[in-house]
């Protein structure tokens, strides 16, 4: 639960925050990235990372094909949320990760996750905005209706350049939606 002596806020991930994703994914354990529907054979190294994220940070936003924010409670830095698979004035997809696993099922998500929406839409002049989350993966399933996004499908694909054939939810927010937002 959320008190009211809790600082959410977000950033635009800096040269510096990239180690903190990178961290984040050579840290966690096999069986949890599974559990996001990462096949484990395509992970790639945190070097690797953090090079294809340095190059892409570079990138005027009409170029970039991914875009990560940081979250943070009571500044520090606990989570990303990221867009990849740009075409930009039109749509992105999107990715949430909170870090701490204590910070998990916390309701911190659906709040930083409303916070990040301005930095994609606004940034990259989207019409609208994809999620594929896992349909196994409970946590964003959860966090994504509370954020206003709306339920499309469920359906069998690769979402993913690191993911294995899964079934998905597919959650979109419109520009219209993300407007609408209070």
Not at 31 to 38: I, P, R, T
Not at 130 to 144: M, Q, V, W
Request: contains cysteine; neutral net charge; hydrophobic residues 40%.
């Amino acid at each position: 639960m959320i008190s009211w002596m809790t600082c959410l806020y977000v950033k635009e991930a800096t040269l510096q925050d990239i180690r903190l994703i990178a961290e984040y994914w050579e840290k966690a354990s096999d069986s949890f990235l599974e559990s996001l529907g990462v096949d484990l054979s395509k992970r790639v190294s945190a070097d690797v990372l953090i090079e294809r994220l340095t190059y892409q940070y570079s990138l005027p936003y009409a170029e970039k094909q991914a875009y990560p924010v940081i979250w943070y409670v009571n500044n520090r830095p606990v989570g990303h949320c990221n867009i990849n698979m740009i075409s930009f004035g039109e749509e992105a997809h999107m990715h949430l990760h909170l870090w701490e696993p204590l910070l998990r099922r916390s309701g911190y998500g659906s709040q930083l996750v409303k916070l990040s929406l301005p930095f994609f839409f606004k940034n990259f002049n989207l019409k609208k905005l994809i999620c594929e989350p896992y349909a196994l993966n409970d946590a964003p399933n959860k966090t994504l209706p509370k954020a206003g996004f709306t339920f499309v499908k469920e359906y069998v694909t690769v979402p993913g350049s690191i993911s294995f054939e899964q079934p998905v939810k597919q959650w979109i927010m419109t520009i219209e939606d993300f407007e609408n937002l209070k």
